[in-house]
């Protein structure tokens, strides 16, 4: 099983960025997803989760700004991100619990700054 992220970049404060991550491989099951992000000198923080039934949470900083969710047929999920600010550049990392087990993806960093 791999994930396989993508969509970060350099945006300016207030601007707009949709990360994605595809799992692949032998999936029988796809349960909780999530995106975490770590800054530098900083510890990994869940930023926001999804359940296998719909249930979303988010961290306080993000609430109201990032929307997750998810095609299981895709086996994707997304996270979209607006009114970015600077305090959101981090390097961000998908997490699927596929087959029963934890499995990341690769960062992708998101810039955000004038």
């Known amino acids: 099983v791999q994930l396989q992220a993508s969509g970060g970049g350099l945006v300016q404060p207030g601007g707009s960025l949709r990360l994605s991550c595809t799992a692949s491989?032998?999936?029988?099951?796809?349960?909780?997803v999530g995106w975490y992000r770590q800054a530098p000198e900083k510890q990994r923080e869940l930023v926001a989760g999804?359940?296998?039934?719909?249930?979303?949470m988010y961290a306080d900083s993000v609430k109201g700004r990032f929307t997750i969710s998810r095609d299981n047929t895709k086996k994707t999920v997304l996270l979209q991100m607006n009114s970015l600010k600077p305090e959101d550049t981090a390097v961000y990392h998908c997490?699927?619990?596929?087959?029963?087990?934890?499995?990341w993806g690769e960062g992708t960093l998101v810039t955000v700054s004038s």
């Open positions: 997490k699927m619990v596929i087959n029963g087990m934890n499995y």
């Open positions: 491989g032998s999936i029988f099951s796809v349960n909780g």
């Open positions: 999804m359940s296998s039934v719909g249930i979303t």
